[in-house]
């Protein structure tokens, strides 16, 4: 079993990373109402990269259950995280062009917040 | 296996196996390792920075056309901007003080060529958006990089590329584009029309406008095989040219401190049964993983050669799909990176030379070396113009400091005539880089010719080309 362990562990930890990083399905979940058309946009081309898609590590859009400690937070932090980069979250969430009530607003629909938790 | 997080795994391996100056218009930036950086608070002016947060800059407005007229206007209107694409680039093209344009609101593809397969398509277009919209026409790119999250635009003024010995680099599909100049004329731009500016624009580093739209010369949409093996790194060397030859994408990985390669070869899917590509499992802390296992094994007697048998012992696997499926992979660890291309013929012999820096020197680097093989092109500043290339890219994580290595590094890639990718870090200045390319002087002209002031220039780029 140890051997298969062995095997499988270090399987996952190079293939994972160098070839075996699939692409998972990417969702394309409803847009929500509280979004302008160009953040939509946005939310599409940017957000979506990741949060819209399973295994990538990033809690995604609209689960309640990923984003409850993280909201915990404050939203505060998780917009800084958002600007500055956490982990595999690229700053600026990988929009450069959003400005910082764009980044709001999408944070918070990402996170489930109500509209003007923010 | 499934119910096994990648943590207990991980143990369980451990466990068992050790116990710039000049003429610039945009002036100001900042580049170094992401920790150095001041972070961002609630209520400070929101700056701008790269993929891997190490290139930051302040700019003062965030422009976003919603079409081409207002590209055009805002470049009519002057001062100093330039183009930003997704920000991926670890270099400092980007940054600018006064003013960032983004084409974030002209995505998609525009119209296509059903019998020609060529496809007109927005340059704001993510590249991760493209490869599904490209399949629904029923086309592909015929190669595309393992990384998507660039703007098309962004990756065609980089050259950013793929591997396969017969396929080019992204630019080398283009057959025409739509450059909006500095003085916001719109111009038409192909092997006939505006000819000049065609072959300097298709890889232009951002610095001659803003190329809006790209006629892509694609193929049929096709279904590929990935497999993936770990060999002794001297056995890929020794039948490098036959795989290279083999399969239409052949790439491989080599490991610091390692013996061990990983080869990785992709073929036309031939009902292989492989897994689905769109299936498959993603774990964005597995190279994470990876680095934990060097630091452990690295302080241990004889851990250079449990590292190495961890490696070495590893499966092969398979996985298939659509070609944008199999071709890209995400990077949600990430890092910064320097890559040079070298004359085909002496890529293995650099690749030896950086191996054995690494181990004389003992850098603690674990981040796997990547080798790729593109075909030659005549895009005037492509990384490929005319002769066929060897790149080997290598990379640091975010959070640590990439200068030591690099630096002790980047001698070697210099010794072997090796050019920089426009969007990975290097220290070329124009002087050194005029001797590379046998066009840069016909680039030079046309640059001059439609920006004479330099609006397009920031501190990196004025270092570049010698401004």
């Known amino acids: 079993m140890t051997g298969t362990l062995e095997r499988r562990g270090l399987?996952?930890?190079?293939?994972?990373?160098?070839?075996?990083?699939?692409?998972?399905?990417?969702?394309?979940?409803?847009?929500?109402?509280?979004?302008?058309?160009?953040?939509?946009?946005?939310?599409?081309?940017?957000?979506?990269?990741?949060?819209?898609?399973?295994?990538?590590?990033?809690?995604?859009?609209?689960?309640?259950?990923?984003?409850?400690?993280?909201?915990?937070?404050?939203?505060?932090?998780?917009?800084?995280?958002?600007?500055?980069?956490y982990r595999g979250m690229p700053p600026l969430g990988a929009c450069g062009a959003c400005s910082e009530a764009d980044l709001r607003a999408l944070v918070a629909y990402v996170a489930g917040l109500e509209e003007g938790a923010q | 296996m499934k119910g096994l997080t990648r943590r207990e795994l991980l143990r369980a391996a451990l466990a068992a196996g050790a116990g710039a100056a000049g003429l610039a218009a945009c002036e100001r930036s900042s580049t170094g390792p992401a920790a150095a950086l001041p972070e961002w608070t609630p209520g400070a002016p929101l700056p701008w920075r790269n993929w891997s947060g190490a290139v930051r800059c302040l700019p003062k407005a965030r422009l976003v056309p919603g079409d081409e007229a207002e590209v055009a206007a805002l470049l009519r209107a002057g001062g100093a901007l330039?183009?930003?694409?997704?920000?991926?680039?670890?270099?400092?093209?980007?940054?600018?003080?006064?003013?960032?344009?983004?084409?974030?609101?002209?995505?998609?593809?525009?119209?296509?060529?059903?019998?020609?397969?060529?496809?007109?398509?927005?340059?704001?277009?993510?590249?991760?958006?493209?490869?599904?919209?490209?399949?629904?026409?029923?086309?592909?790119?015929?190669?595309?990089?393992?990384?998507?999250?660039?703007?098309?635009?962004?990756?065609?003024?980089?050259?950013?590329?793929?591997?396969?010995?017969?396929?080019?680099?992204?630019?080398?599909?283009?057959?025409?584009?739509?450059?909006?100049?500095?003085?916001?004329?719109?111009?038409?731009?192909?092997?006939?029309?505006?000819?000049?500016?065609?072959?300097?624009?298709?890889?232009?580093?951002?610095?001659?406008?803003?190329?809006?739209?790209?006629?892509?010369?694609?193929?049929?949409?096709?279904?590929?095989?990935?497999?993936?093996?770990?060999?002794?790194?001297?056995?890929?060397?020794?039948?490098?040219?036959?795989?290279?030859?083999?399969?239409?994408?052949?790439?491989?990985?080599?490991?610091p401190h390692a013996d061990v390669?990983?080869?990785?070869?992709?073929?036309?899917?031939?009902?292989?049964?492989?897994?689905?590509?769109?299936?498959?499992?993603?774990?964005?802390?597995?190279?994470?993983?990876?680095?934990?296992?060097?630091?452990?094994?690295?302080?241990?007697?004889?851990?250079?050669?449990?590292?190495?048998?961890?490696?070495?012992?590893?499966?092969?696997?398979?996985?298939?799909?659509?070609?944008?499926?199999?071709?890209?992979?995400?990077?949600?660890?990430?890092?910064?990176?320097?890559?040079?291309?070298?004359?085909?013929?002496a890529g293995p012999e650099c690749l030896r030379a950086v191996l054995a820096e690494i181990r004389a020197r003992d850098l603690p680097v674990c981040f796997p070396i990547e080798c790729r093989f593109v075909r030659a092109d005549d895009v005037w500043l492509s990384m490929f113009s005319g002769r066929p290339g060897f790149s080997i890219s290598i990379h640091q994580f975010a959070d640590e400091d990439y200068r030591p290595y690099f630096a002790a590094i980047e001698p070697i890639f210099w010794r072997y005539e090796g050019r920089p990718h426009w969007g990975k870090l290097h220290s070329l200045d124009a002087a050194r880089l005029a001797g590379l390319y046998p066009h840069w002087s016909d680039f030079q002209r046309v640059r001059r010719s439609l920006d004479p002031s330099g609006r397009l220039l920031n501190a990196h780029l004025a270092q570049t080309l010698g401004v």
């Open chain 1, 11 to 85: 399987r996952y930890v190079l293939l994972i990373f160098l070839v075996g990083c699939t692409r998972a399905e990417r969702a394309e979940p409803a847009v929500a109402a509280q979004l302008s058309p160009a953040r939509a946009l946005t939310y599409q081309s940017a957000c979506a990269e990741c949060h819209a898609r399973a295994g990538t590590g990033a809690p995604a859009a609209g689960d309640a259950a990923a984003w409850t400690a993280r909201r915990a937070q404050g939203f505060g932090v998780l917009l800084a995280h958002t600007v500055n980069g």
């Open chain 2, 82 to 255: 330039r183009p930003a694409g997704a920000g991926h680039s670890f270099s400092a093209l980007v940054p600018c003080d006064e003013s960032l344009v983004f084409l974030d609101r002209l995505q998609g593809v525009i119209g296509q060529d059903a019998a020609a397969k060529t496809a007109e398509v927005w340059a704001g277009t993510r590249l991760w958006q493209l490869g599904p919209a490209l399949a629904a026409l029923g086309q592909a790119l015929p190669n595309q990089p393992d990384i998507d999250y660039q703007t098309l635009g962004g990756a065609l003024a980089t050259s950013t590329h793929g591997t396969g010995a017969g396929l080019g680099s992204l630019s080398s599909y283009v057959t025409g584009l739509a450059l909006v100049t500095p003085a916001g004329e719109v111009l038409e731009c192909d092997a006939q029309r505006n000819a000049e500016v065609f072959h300097a624009a298709r890889t232009s580093l951002g610095a001659l406008g803003v190329v809006t739209r790209v006629r892509l010369s694609n193929r049929e949409a096709f279904r590929l095989v990935e497999r993936s093996r770990f060999v002794p790194l001297e056995s890929v060397l020794a039948d490098l040219a036959r795989e290279r030859d083999a399969h239409p994408h052949f790439e491989f990985y080599a490991f």
């Open chain 2, 261 to 345: 390669a990983l080869a990785i070869a992709t073929d036309p899917d031939d009902g292989s049964g492989a897994p689905p590509a769109s299936a498959g499992e993603d774990d964005p802390e597995a190279i994470l993983l990876l680095r934990t296992l060097f630091r452990w094994t690295r302080p241990l007697p004889g851990g250079s050669w449990l590292y190495d048998t961890f490696l070495g012992m590893q499966p092969a696997t398979a996985r298939a799909g659509q070609s944008h499926e199999v071709l890209a992979h995400p990077r949600t660890v990430r890092f910064n990176e320097m890559e040079y291309t070298m004359p085909a013929e």
